[in-house]
């Protein structure tokens, strides 16, 4: 997935505009001459799945747009250590400015394509679909989500608007599952998704009762009462959509699949996962 320039600019901007500070690279400008070219190479230094290339190359030609920059290994591909991703080449000031910019974003997002394509792997052979959450670094959920595709995952809600996920709290607040089903069936547009979460399959059995929902997240259940809920959802006929959620691990992901689930969300998979090492050398 590649998203238009015009939509990462802004964040990359930000960020540049940061370490840049209010006098630029002070560094660079005091020890390497005006008019110094070199050729610089970014490099994986651990197996992984890329992701920031597209993030990196904004940030490069932002700095200096005269920068030549070509891309060895894309966004959503494997890499083994050693590999070369980037190769950018031109005036050395302007690679050095925009080098750590380049690399937390790469180095951050790599490691959350890698992580999510480990889950996906431990899936392999269900049909459950992995999917990540809402639960991303503040300004960066975009391409956060973005890493998670390139990983092999699938994106869960973008922002509060995308879908009417109704939660615990939710349901406490109105004063039950049957009003708040109620409550969207008299007032959703036909064109909103609307998932429920139950954490007890009494609960479950509620909805599918009165209706109105397309997905419902099963939340901290274990396999067994996972595999009970699949089967009653299965038997009510009218097919809803079943998430898995909380307390999920790489371990559980294959055990979690087998129960039958469509979905399983991992908060983790954006505010846990570690940075690749990724480093640029002249």
């Known amino acids: 997935m590649t998203l238009p320039d015009l939509i990462l600019e802004p964040m990359v901007r930000n960020a ?12 660079t400008r005091t020890v390497i001459p005006a008019g110094t070219t070199y050729k610089a190479r970014l490099n994986a230094r651990a197996d992984a799945v890329v992701s920031g290339m597209q993030i990196a190359r904004i940030a490069f030609h932002l700095v200096d747009p005269s920068l030549k920059v070509r891309t060895v290994i894309g966004d959503g591909q494997r890499c083994q250590k050693g590999d070369v991703l980037m190769e950018i080449e031109g005036d050395a000031a302007a690679i050095l400015s925009g080098e750590r910019v380049a690399l937390n974003f790469a180095g951050r997002l790599t490691g959350i394509a890698t992580m999510t394509a480990g889950y996906v792997a431990a899936a392999e052979g269900y049909a459950t679909r992995i999917t990540c959450t809402r639960k991303t670094t503040p300004g960066l959920r ?12 699938f994106n869960h809600r973008y922002s509060l608007s995308d ?21 969207t069936k008299a ?4 064109m909103m998704v609307v998932e429920i979460e139950v954490d007890r399959l009494d609960q479950l059995a509620e909805v599918l009762e009165v209706g109105g929902a397309s997905v419902v997240l099963l939340d901290n259940m274990d396999n067994d009462m ?19 959620s ?10 979690i699949a087998a129960t039958g689930v469509d979905y399983i969300s991992s908060g983790a998979l954006t505010h846990s996962a570690g940075t690749v090492d990724l480093g640029l050398d002249f």
């Open 16 to 27: 540049l505009m940061e370490d840049l500070g209010s006098y630029g690279d002070i560094t």
């Open 142 to 153: 975009i391409v956060e989500k973005q890493a998670v595709l390139h990983g092999g995952g």
């Open 163 to 183: 879908a009417i996920l109704i939660k615990d709290n939710h349901i406490a607040a109105a004063g039950g599952i049957r009003q708040v089903l109620e409550a």
């Open 187 to 190: 007032q959703a547009s036909h």
């Open 226 to 244: 996972l595999r009970e809920a699949v089967a009653m959802v299965a038997k009510d006929g009218d097919r809803i959509k079943t998430e898995a």
């Open 246 to 255: 909380g307390n999920v691990t790489l371990e559980r992901i294959a055990s």
